[in-house]
């Protein structure tokens, strides 16, 4: 029998037949404001208040106190599981920061948490492909790259090797992991770099639909290795207790 990890969003549960696979890394996917971030952080949350699992959460993109302050808006106190030891949050600067592996990999085996969100995918691949290109990082991914496939280099084949790499080392975790990715509106691909949806185990889509004077929500599992799924369109609200099916 698989062993799932309950999200706590009940919908999101039923219709992934009871919760992801353990150990899968999952792409979260959306545009501006389908409360991909809310979605990671609710997970966590859940994981540590409803099933005793620490979690680490890696952003890129808001500093811990921006972070709080989202989380406060759903009445989430963060900093309270984190004093509690059930919760790490690690921002990492993008533009200051080299050797995100590393440190990611570092934060995981001291942290040891059973639940890993990384937000974003896409704010943290391309601060790989950028640092990789420079003289100052002793760890080059597009070295690595090179090695791998000694090709001429384009952006999108140093990007899937930089994406191979990166799934290598979580998958060295022994966590259920979410990867968020940005999603331009009307875009026939499920993730920002084209390239992820194929290596990650499952796929989560979410999308924000105006119908005349309707604003809708809409949620799909486009993938989900090892487990069996209702991949059908489900309609999901964002209130003061986070996301739940509608």
Same mark, same amino acid.
């Given at each position: ?10 919908? =999101? ?5 009871? $919760?992801?696979?353990?150990? /899968? ?9 389908? $409360? ?14 409803d099933f005793g699992e620490k979690g680490l959460y890696i952003s ?9 302050? %989202?989380?406060? #808006?759903? /009445?989430? &106190? ?14 990492? &600067? *993008? ?5 995100? @592996? ?10 040891? +948490? ?18 990789? @290109? ?5 760890? !080059?991914?597009?070295q690595i790259a090179e090695t791998v496939s +000694?090709? +001429?280099? %384009? ?5 899937? /090797?930089?994406?191979?790499? @990166? ?11 979410? =990867? ?9 691909? =499920?993730?920002? &770099? ?7 185990? $499952?796929?989560? *889509?979410?999308? #924000? @639909? *105006? ?16 487990? !069996?799924? &209702? ?8 209130? =003061? ?6």
């Amino acid at each position: 029998m698989i062993e799932r990890t309950k999200t706590g969003i009940d919908g =999101l549960d039923k219709a992934l037949e009871g $919760g992801i696979p353990k150990g /899968n890394i999952t792409l979260v996917s959306g545009g501006a404001g389908t $409360g991909k971030s809310t979605l990671a952080i609710q997970f966590l949350i859940n994981g540590a208040k409803d099933f005793g699992e620490k979690g680490l959460y890696i952003s890129t993109e808001q500093a811990k106190k921006e972070l709080y302050k %989202t989380a406060a #808006s759903f /009445n989430w &106190d963060l900093e309270k599981l984190e004093l509690s030891g059930k919760l790490k949050i690690a921002y990492f &600067d *993008v533009v200051e920061t080299d050797g995100f @592996l590393e440190k990611i990999y570092e934060l995981y085996t001291t942290f040891k +948490p059973k639940r890993v969100v990384i937000d974003s995918l896409t704010t943290l691949t391309d601060s790989l492909l950028v640092s990789g @290109l420079g003289e100052k990082s002793g760890f !080059s991914m597009v070295q690595i790259a090179e090695t791998v496939s +000694p090709i +001429p280099r %384009t952006e999108r084949i140093v990007s899937k /090797n930089l994406l191979y790499h @990166l799934m290598k080392k979580l998958r060295l975790f022994d966590a259920t992991i979410l =990867l968020t990715s940005e999603l331009l509106e009307k875009s026939d691909a =499920l993730s920002a &770099d084209e390239i992820s949806e194929f290596i990650c185990d $499952g796929v989560i *889509v979410l999308k #924000s @639909l *105006v119908l005349g004077e309707e604003f809708n929500r809409t949620i799909q599992i486009r993938k989900m290795r090892y487990s !069996s799924m &209702d991949g059908s369109l489900k309609s999901y609200e964002i209130s =003061l207790s986070g996301i739940s099916f509608i």
